[in-house]
Nanobody
Framework: QAQLVESGGGLVQPGGSLRLSCGASGIRFSLYAVAWFRRAPGKERELVAGISSGGTTDYVDFVKGRFTISRDNAENTVYLQMNSLKPEDTGVYSC???????????????WGQGTQVTVSS
């Protein structure tokens, strides 16, 4: 059974860092593109970053230079390293996986359950 599980969320002060993990099972992970999304309180879910099966990355403007997406196919895991966190980064972060990058970037693939990130002093 295909499954994605996110972890690594928590409470962090502004300026701090967190590393989120998206672990996959039940799929040939190395063939899949993965994207991270977030949903802030009271807002629509929005794309944060994506990585293709070949390792090509893409970021939305508001995280460029602060967040880094990477993958470890041996561990069936995609990471989101988040630095210089701001209160507006608060939200539930979820990963999405599919065979095509366009599918994940539009949020139409397999979803995990999400992990809460709270940036507050």
């Amino acid at each position: 059974q295909a499954q994605l599980v996110e972890s690594g969320g928590g409470l962090v002060q502004p300026g701090g860092s967190l590393r989120l993990s998206c672990g996959a099972s039940g799929i040939r992970f190395s063939l899949y593109a993965v994207a991270w999304f977030r949903r802030a309180p009271g807002k629509e879910r929005e794309l944060v970053a994506g990585i293709s099966s070949g390792g090509t990355t893409d970021y939305v403007d508001f995280v460029k230079g602060r967040f880094t997406i990477s993958r470890d196919n041996a561990e069936n895991t995609v990471y989101l390293q988040m630095n210089s966190l701001k209160p507006e980064d608060t939200g539930v972060y979820s990963c999405n996986a599919a065979l095509r990058i366009n599918t994940v970037l539009s949020g139409q693939g397999l979803w995990g359950q999400g992990t809460q990130v709270t940036v507050s002093s």
